[in-house]
């Protein structure tokens, strides 16, 4: 859906009208009446009321600073579909500012990098996650048999969990060096 | 700051702001870089009739809502505090029991202050001594007041006595410890404070246990290993205590050992590979530097959800890896905000196209490199599982281990239950009702056991530890010069058993600070200390008792240890002002072996009269609509059409000194001799001296459009040229953050 979402923000169908639409088209499924002289119909009341039938909301935490504001996150069918402000949230009171609202846009971003690549001879080439793996991993344990564990540069990061943050942080010690740092520095 | 009274975090929360009576915000520009935090400002103003006190080099749209703004020259923080503390102490406005009760040398810094004349102050920072008079009786006056401050205040070469001349001028005022005080730092990122207190750093394990052996031992013996193997894997015991190169200067590592290079100290070996998950070093200072240190690697591995945009930066082009990793919405665990709340960050959908979540990414990695059982056991431990489940055993390992800060009380169960029930809890006290009675929202550490409601306002002896007081924590010994370190009588927290100051509780003081008596089995079980006690005998006993675990000491307001045993003031490494330089010179000594880096100070500041061909102030910051290095919002087309294009705010006057027009291009070259080339944007936020300029955008360099180097289909919305390419040379002495908060430069018409 992201796609098609992005091909009807870029003409003149405004978002909302948009979203009326496709809770329509998915209503009709295949055989849906855009093929007919139809095109668009208004939505019945229900349509309005509950676009995304079987929806579930997800409370979570937006990803943009440290104030940690609350989202309120609508999924069908596994895709990200609406987003609201979290009315209810002790710091946050319904507040989003632009990136905040921006989350479900940047999680279905079509600019995101969607697959393992290497750079080969100038030219970035597709890779497995397999292939991947093999190749660093190949690379990272010869400099540590060469050069010494302290040859390689860790940095992690504030935008991960905590627990990831810690397990990245053991990541070095195991491997064997403090050179291992994040954005707190700067 | 925790170098003054034992944590260095924001001591109070956003929602507590609104009981201040004012708020006073060096360097940081909350209504921009944290909006809606910015509604607790706000509404502190409305409700309160709260005086909000502006200090910055710009006019900002913080200060628009100011009813007092000062436009500070960059870099004179220092002088412009100890003004204030001239006029405090002058007047008798200081909180004299306070200070004897809870403060350790406030007299040196009575005796400093007492230079800073309000003429003086004016002299060096610009603003006039009726505004500083001004200002300073209003805060003075107004109490409880905030001191708020973020990177505008971190980012120099004096950074470290910043950050400690703040809370020494709130203390002053008796505003620590207190509703509607405290010194409260906003952070940048979503999780700066969680990743933080996880160590994810050069010169600490997890909770700021450092790098001496007995904290590896303890490690090693909670991650259910042999501490001698851990070693092993380190080029010996002696490195394995020595602090690493930081993402600050990281770079260094690689051009080390290069003509014109600061030397390094790196285990006889250069950086040969970078493996970065979710930081774009884009944004940090030495751009060309970093471009140098990238082209030389033979490996770099790069996970993110967007193209990290060093693999656009580089023109190396052999063994550039991108590993798409998934967003945190595609993934579960904790966050920690600004204000030590742990909130639940639970997962909204799979990870999309072939991103994976940074844990298996890693997990992976230590399969591959052989030490994934060792890595993954500390999960089993707890209840002796065969198999993991995560994100949860890993919180509960950190639980666990982490007592420093007091996370035994942040189990998965509870952390979720407080995200699941975030409607129960008052926006300005934090405190619970119904199932989270007792409770503050999000556990604010610390939270000493799996019972304990957390601390929302640190070292308040005005509540029970049980209900999150403390007192100041016994960190610098019991005693200097002579003098007592501990508190002074009566300056317990509320119901205590033992009134008065006492040390940090250990396995053989327990008995006699607490008044008890421990059982043969107790003895036996219980651990060395309070940091290191995973039997939690210490920290329940310290409950019942009303005795705070790190012991009830002074504040200190001088550091023995530190260069500049009390904060004093020095000049940028490059000042507009040459006249006082050499007045107020930076370190005299440069910095050897600064996390594995020899490091600049007086000797380049006094290597040239840089005013002379730099004459402008250079200031960095944020955007609205951008975060950090702006990977992940220039990808967003709605966030960059709001700024496609980078740019500089200019005043008129300036530009039209140098024939640029508003709209027009123009050049600005760096005492490092690189430059970029933007759209000036005309703008009386900034004075004629000085000119700003966002940090967020890449994939320009010195004028050399990137986007060829993107792979098809990854390019952002917005390219431009780094505002660091042209930040300068310069760090903090202690923590080795760069100058970028006040630096030099040259503009010209392009």
């Given at each position: 859906m992201t796609s098609t979402t992005q091909n009807a923000l870029s003409t003149k169908i405004g978002r909302r009208s948009f979203l009326k639409m496709a809770a329509i088209a998915g209503a009709f499924g295949a055989t849906s009446s855009f093929a007919s002289e139809n095109v668009t119909r208004p939505a019945t009341a229900e349509e309005v009321k509950n676009p995304f039938?079987?929806?579930?909301?997800?409370?979570?935490?937006?990803?943009?600073?440290?104030?940690?504001?609350?989202?309120?996150?609508?999924?069908?069918?596994?895709?990200?579909?609406?987003q609201e402000v979290a009315q209810d949230h002790p710091i946050s009171l319904g507040g989003h500012c632009c990136k905040g609202a921006d989350m479900i846009d940047m999680v279905r971003s079509e600019v995101r990098l969607k697959y393992p690549m290497v750079k080969e001879a100038g030219q970035w080439k597709r890779i497995s996650w397999d292939t991947a793996y093999e190749r660093i991993s190949k690379k990272l344990n010869s400099l540590r048999e060469t050069s010494?564990?302290?040859?390689?540069q860790f940095l992690g990061s504030a935008k991960m969990s905590s627990e990831q943050a810690y397990y990245f942080r053991k990541f070095a010690a195991f491997f064997g060096t403090n050179n291992t740092d994040h954005q707190a520095r700067i | 700051m925790a170098n003054t009274w034992g944590y260095g975090a924001m001591t109070n929360s956003l929602g507590d702001i609104q009981n201040s009576k004012a708020i006073i915000i060096f360097g940081a520009n909350p209504a921009v870089n944290h909006p809606v935090g910015f509604q607790h400002f706000l509404k502190a103003k409305e409700r309160n009739n709260s005086q909000l006190i502006v200090i910055d080099p710009r006019f900002t749209k913080t200060a628009a809502k100011a009813d007092f703004y000062a436009r500070i020259r960059p870099g004179t923080d220092v002088p412009f505090m100890y003004g204030m503390l001239n006029i405090i102490f002058k007047n008798g406005w200081e909180d004299k029991k306070y200070i004897d009760d809870r403060v350790y040398g406030m007299d040196e810094i009575k005796k400093e202050a007492a230079k800073w004349t309000p003429e003086k102050v004016a002299d060096v920072t610009g603003v006039s001594a009726e505004q500083l008079m001004q200002i300073t009786k209003v805060y003075a006056k107004s109490t409880p007041g905030t001191l708020i401050w973020a990177m505008g205040l971190t980012q120099h070469s004096v950074g470290t006595s910043n950050t400690r001349l703040a809370p020494i001028l709130q203390l002053s005022l008796g505003n620590m410890g207190v509703e509607g005080g405290g010194t409260n730092i906003l952070r940048g990122h979503d999780n700066v404070q969680g990743a933080t207190d996880m160590g994810c750093l050069a010169d600490t394990l997890p909770g700021y246990y450092g790098l001496s052996s007995g904290s590896w031992k303890y490690f090693a013996k909670s991650w259910g290993v042999d501490y001698e193997w851990l070693a092993g894997r380190f080029k010996s015991k002696d490195w394995m205590s020595k602090k690493g190169f930081s993402l600050a200067r990281w770079y260094a590592g690689v051009l080390g050992g290069k003509p014109g290079e600061d030397k390094i100290h790196n285990a006889g070996t250069n950086l040969k590979a970078l493996f970065v998950?979710?930081?774009?070093i884009t944004s940090i200072a030495q751009q060309a530097k970093v471009k140098e240190a990238l082209d030389n690697l033979e490996l770099i591995v790069l996970a993110d959800p967007f193209v990290n945009e060093a693999a656009i930066l580089t023109d190396k082009k052999d063994d550039i890896f991108l590993l798409p990793a998934a967003t945190q919405f595609e993934t579960s665990g904790t966050v920690v905000a600004t204000n030590r709340t742990a909130q639940w960050r639970y997962q909204v959908v799979e990870p999309m196209y072939e991103s994976k979540p940074d844990q298996d990414i890693m997990f992976e990695f230590a399969k591959r490199l052989g030490f994934y059982k060792e890595y993954?056991?500390?999960?089993?431990?707890?209840?002796?599982?065969?198999?993991?489940?995560?994100?949860?055993?890993?919180?509960?390992?950190?639980?666990?281990?982490?007592?420093?800060?007091?996370?035994?009380g942040w189990t998965a169960d509870r952390l979720k239950k407080h995200t699941d029930n975030w409607h129960m809890f008052d926006e300005v006290s934090l405190r619970g009702s119904g199932p989270m009675k007792d409770e503050y929202y999000g556990l604010p550490w610390p939270c000493w056991t799996e019972t304990h409601g957390g601390s929302t306002v640190l070292y308040d002896i005005n509540r029970s530890v049980k209900e999150g007081g403390m007192g100041f924590r016994n960190r610098f010994g019991m005693e200097h010069n002579g003098t007592d370190l501990?508190?002074?009588?009566?300056?317990?927290?509320?119901?205590?058993?033992?009134?008065?100051?006492?040390?940090?509780?250990?396995?053989?003081?327990?008995?006699?600070?607490?008044?008890?008596?421990?059982?043969?089995?107790?003895?036996?079980?219980?651990?060395?200390?309070?940091?290191?006690?995973?039997?939690?005998?210490?920290?329940e006993k310290c409950m019942k008792a009303g005795i705070a675990p790190y012991g009830n000491a002074r504040a200190r307001a001088i550091v023995w240890t530190f260069p500049d045993q009390i904060p004093m003031h020095r000049e940028?490494?490059?000042?507009?002002?040459?006249?006082?330089?050499?007045?107020?010179?930076?370190?005299?000594?440069?910095k050897e072996n600064h996390f594995r880096v020899d490091t600049k100070y007086g000797t380049l500041q006094s290597s040239k009269d840089w005013a002379k061909e730099f004459p402008i102030n250079l200031v960095t910051a944020r955007l609205v609509n951008l975060n950090g290095a702006g990977m992940e919002n220039r990808a967003s087309k709605y966030l960059a059409a709001l700024t496609p294009e980078m740019f500089c705010d200019i005043h008129p006057d300036l530009a039209n000194n140098h024939g640029i027009r508003n709209g027009g291009m123009m050049t600005i070259h760096s005492p490092e001799g690189t430059h970029i080339t933007v759209k000036a944007k005309f703008s009386f936020s900034v004075s004629p001296d000085r000119i700003f300029i966002p940090f967020h955008f890449a994939g320009v360099f010195q004028g050399r459009d990137l986007k060829s180097h993107y792979p098809d289909g990854t390019a952002p919305y917005a390219t431009g040229e780094s505002a660091n390419t042209v930040t300068n040379y310069g760090y903090d002495i202690i923590t080795q953050i760069p100058e970028t908060k006040g630096g030099l430069c040259r503009i010209e018409k392009a």
């Open positions: 039938p079987g929806s579930k909301e997800v409370k979570t935490i937006c990803t943009a600073c440290s104030v940690g504001c609350g989202i309120t996150a609508e999924v069908q069918n596994g895709v990200w579909v609406r010494g564990p302290d040859a390689v | 998950m979710g930081n774009g993954t056991k500390a999960m089993l431990m707890r209840d002796n599982k065969t198999e993991f489940k995560w994100p949860e055993d890993a919180t509960n390992e950190i639980a666990r281990i982490i007592k420093t800060i007091g996370l035994t501990l508190a002074g009588k009566s300056s317990a927290p509320k119901g205590s058993s033992n009134p008065n100051g006492y040390p940090e509780i250990n396995a053989k003081n327990i008995e006699a600070v607490l008044g008890i008596t421990l059982t043969a089995d107790e003895k036996a079980k219980i651990g060395k200390n309070w940091k290191v006690d995973t039997s939690n005998i210490i920290a940028p490494l490059h000042s507009p002002r040459t006249d006082l330089v050499k007045k107020y010179p930076s370190f005299e000594k440069d």
